[in-house]
């Protein structure tokens, strides 16, 4: 059985917001001259966490939401230097759509002649969270940025902004200008939006001016989006467009519950999908930056894996719930707490873990040294384990002769493996720690193939006995009576479970 892991295209272009980028590119002199950083500081932000009132909740007009808000909406522009690119980089300076805005001037040069250097100009949107100047807003809008201005939408005031702080992982960036007695927003609890709750958007959509969009909540923890690492998206469908990253997503009462990141849409605007991140996670990320200048992270020292029903049936668990422990990282705390492969990781400090992504997201929000409570599943039962997390990390990340596990008696059939030697491991570029016997050939139309096995992964269990050789595969999978096979693989760099469902193959 052949089958291969693909990642799924979403139905169209995910588009960062902000990622849109209106590009006036003339040739400039380069600006040697960097954002300066700010020392570090406090913030000291406003929270109202009571829920949204129901006579709020039933209002026919928003103007007395706008008018509280609006103020503490700033559109930020941001100017980078880039050095030698050709203007056949940017073939989208000759659509009609930019000529439209920015006149023929484009159209006469010479398309392959690259200045040594030129501006480029970005856009996007900011909040003001403190009367003293602080301000919360993408990465990815001000990232790379040589110059960052912030205007003020009423009185058209202008200040040179300082980066405090940036955290790529959930596209959070804080802001400092320097003044005093500000507009600015209350924070509210993320944690107590409910789906249908009413929300607005506000922003610079496409640079024309601030907007005020209203919609719904349509979905909270939306993630596995591939946008950023931690992902725990508020999703809308107030209309977001390009522009509009790192504005402010409010609740019925005005209060900032999260900030617009990035829409999912076929044609590069609104297509009623929008993102925000919640302010819980970005509150979390802008007081680590503002006190310290970076954001640290809990390391549990695991892969891991969500419950899929075939899964959970395996593994005899009551629900498809939990975080499977496909690996533990040596000397981690996993590894000390005594945490093993096979685990499933159920609850962390009395909450329950819904999945793979639920974990990682209470585990990065928890600091380093801090002791939690850890139940998992074992074997069937419950097991408590008390885990003092470490730091995480920084940015990560056949010669035996193949032997075919194939007759009407073994399991895995049209799966080839081999012992890994040294041509192997660098024929597939393996770890030198890791052992197992190395899928050599696989029948694309197995069900192995369909389960996810492919050519170059290894075999590291097979219904929960270690392999260490093609010899051990092979004796594992023979005079077999259930054709359900719990298969323990590496690939990609990581461990995973799979299972290969055999039953009724003849």
């Known amino acids: 059985m052949r089958t291969t892991f693909k990642k799924t295209l979403l139905a169209g272009t995910l588009a960062l917001v902000g990622g849109f980028v209106l590009w006036l590119s003339t040739s400039y002199a380069v600006d040697d001259n960097k954002i300066d950083k700010a020392p570090p500081a406090k913030a000291n932000v406003v929270v109202d966490k009571a829920a949204v009132r129901q006579e709020i909740k039933l209002a026919t007009s928003f103007a007395p939401v706008v008018k ?12 980078k230097t880039v050095k030698g690119r050709a203007m056949e980089m940017m073939p989208f300076l000759d659509d009609p759509f930019f000529r439209r805005f920015f006149g023929d001037q484009f159209r006469n040069r010479n398309p392959r002649q690259a200045p040594p250097s030129f501006k480029e100009r970005s856009l996007g949107s900011g909040v003001v969270v403190t009367a003293d100047g602080y301000i919360l807003t993408n ?163 695991v892969q891991i894996q969500d419950v899929t029903p075939d899964l959970a ?18 000397n981690s ?7 093993k492969n096979r685990d499933v990781i159920v609850e962390v400090n009395g909450k329950a873990v819904h999945d793979s992504r639920n974990l990682k997201l209470m585990i990065g929000r928890t600091p380093p040294g801090e002791k939690v409570d850890v139940k998992v599943i074992r074997d069937g039962k419950e097991k408590a384990f008390k885990v003092t ?100 693989l590496w690939s990609n760099g990581g461990s995973r479970y799979v299972v290969v469902d055999e039953t009724g193959q003849k």
Do not use: C, W
């Open 333 to 339: 705390a996993a590894a000390d707490a005594g945490l």
């Open 139 to 301: 990465d990815h809008v001000v990232d790379g940025a040589d110059e960052i201005k912030v205007t003020f939408e009423k009185d058209k005031r202008e200040f040179s902004a300082k980066i405090i702080g940036k955290d790529p992982k959930t596209d959070i960036a804080v802001l400092k200008i320097d003044a005093k007695d500000l507009p600015f927003a209350t924070l509210g609890d993320s944690d107590t939006l409910e789906v249908g709750d009413r929300v607005l958007a506000i922003g610079n959509p496409f640079g024309i001016g601030q907007t005020v969009t209203v919609g719904i909540v349509s979905a909270l923890s939306r993630g596995g989006m591939g946008i950023e690492d931690y992902e725990d998206f508020i999703q809308t469908d107030a209309s977001i467009n390009p522009g509009n990253s790192g504005g402010a997503l409010v609740d019925a009462e005005g209060r900032l519950v999260g900030i617009n990141t990035a829409i999912l849409s076929r044609s590069g605007g609104n297509q009623g999908v929008g993102f925000a991140v919640p302010i819980g996670l970005a509150r979390h990320v802008m007081d680590q930056l503002v006190t310290s200048g970076k954001v640290v992270r809990g390391y549990l020292g």
């Open 389 to 488: 997390l470490k730091e995480m990390p920084g940015e990560q990340v056949a010669s035996a002769g193949n032997r075919d596990l194939e007759s009407s008696d073994e399991a895995l059939k049209g799966v080839g493996v081999g012992d890994i030697t040294p041509s192997v491991r660098q024929q597939f570029n393996l770890p030198s720690n890791i052992k197992g016997a190395v899928i050599t050939d696989i029948d694309t139309s197995s069900v192995a193939y369909d389960a996810g096995l492919r050519e170059g992964d290894v075999i590291q269990e097979i219904n929960r006995k270690p392999i260490t050789s093609a010899e051990d595969a092979v004796a594992a999978t023979t005079n077999v009576k259930d054709k359900r096979t719990l298969v323990r």
């Open 313 to 330: 049936k395996e593994l005899g668990l009551a629900e498809n719930s939990g975080a499977i422990v496909a690996d533990v990282t040596e």
């Open 68 to 79: 509280k808000v609006s103020p503490t909406v700033v559109n930020i522009y941001t100017t």
